[in-house]
């Protein structure tokens, strides 16, 4: 019974630390490709018209 329930607990575990992980990544290029276009923004800041 109790190796059951370590097995289940190693495996959401596992999981968890994969889908952190992803998150993180996911992160970090969102944030990369929103500096990128926030610089290119400025860059043409003259050729913006409201």
């Known amino acids: ?3 059951k329930t370590y097995k289940a607990m190693t495996v959401a575990g596992g999981g968890n630390i ?3 992980v992803v998150v993180l990544v996911c ?3 969102c944030g990369i ?3 990128i276009n926030g ?3 400025l860059r043409r800041k003259s050729d913006i018209i409201f």
């Open 27 to 29: 992160g970090v290029v």
């Open 33 to 35: 490709l929103a500096i």
């Open 18 to 20: 994969a889908i952190g």
């Open 39 to 41: 610089a290119a923004m």
């Open 1 to 3: 019974m109790n190796e």
